[in-house]
Structure formats: C-alpha cells, structure tokens
C-alpha cells in the first residue's frame, strides 16, 4: 500500500495518530455508525427511535456547518437526560466533520468500518480456532487463503460503486490511478 486517501476507523485510541504518521495525507475519519452505536449505549429502549432519528439528522446534513447547527438543537433537547452523548459528539468532531468535506457518493462509502469489521472476523475466527501456530509464514499463508476465500464470497457491489469512483477520481486525481 502506497496511500490512503480516507481512514474510517472506530475509536481505538491511537489508531487515527499512527495512520497520519505513516499516511500524512490520509484524512481520518470516526466511524458514524459506531459513534450512533456508542451513543445509544446511553439511550433508554423507550427513547432510542427518537433519539436515533434526532443523531440521523447530525450525520445526515449536507454541510458541517448544519451538521453543527443540528448538533446544538440535539443537545438542547437531550442533555438534560442524555449529557454524555453531546459531550463524546464535541470531543469527537473534529473527526467527525472530515465527512462533510466530501460529496455525497464518497460518504455513503466511507461512512461506517463494517465491511472491514467482517473481514476482520472472519480472521478473528481462524486464529480463535487454532490454539498456536508453528511459524509465522504458517499463519501469512491461512491468512492469504482465508482472504482469498473471502474476496471469493464478497459478491456484494458496494451500492453506486461507479459513482464514488467518479468522485474519488475527481477528489483525488493526482493520487489515483485508475486501471
């Protein structure tokens, strides 16, 4: 790997730091859906449609600047029951707000770490199973296998894939080569 152009990452301390000290370039950004995930945490079942709905209208604005607005109008209706959500929404936004700076066929890509989360698992799995291994390049081939096999299974396109290439190639033309 030569460049990364967006890093969406959960909130593993240290993890946006060292990807900027290898990347420079890299923008990081939190991951929305664990943000949302790690908010509700703190939500009542009975409340969490609502507050959920009110969190979507955060992430869903098409400018920082109405993302911020909407961030207020949250915390005026929800602090006094829910404080430590607006709370973790300021200190995080400033990795949050890279989003915003982005067309909307590259946020709907680079919004959530799912997809690397499953295949994560799945690696996750094959080292659970195994209680050792006898060499390192034992474990670097069960792992080029096990992707392998994973890329084999990933027949799900990401959704207007084409579109967000347009944009990437656009954003990012003197750092993209596209083959």
Known sequence: MQD????CVDGLKGFPDAIEAVFPKA????????MVRHS????????RKEVAADLRRI???????????MLAEFEARWDAEYLPIGQ???????????FFDYPPEIRKVIYTTNAIESVNMSLRKLTK??????????????????LRNISQKWTMPIHDWKAALTRFTIQFGDRISVN
């Open 59 to 69: 992430y869903t604005a098409t400018t920082a600047e109405e993302a911020e607005l």
């Open 129 to 146: 199973n195994r209680g050792s291994f006898p060499s390192d390049e034992a474990l670097t081939k069960l792992f080029y296998l096990a």
């Open 27 to 34: 923008v990081v950004q939190l991951c929305i859906v664990h």
């Open 88 to 98: 973790s929404w300021r200190r995080s936004w400033s990795r949050l707000t890279p």
């Open 4 to 7: 990364i152009f967006i890093a």
């Open 40 to 47: 509700l945490n703190y939500v009542s079942c009975k409340r």
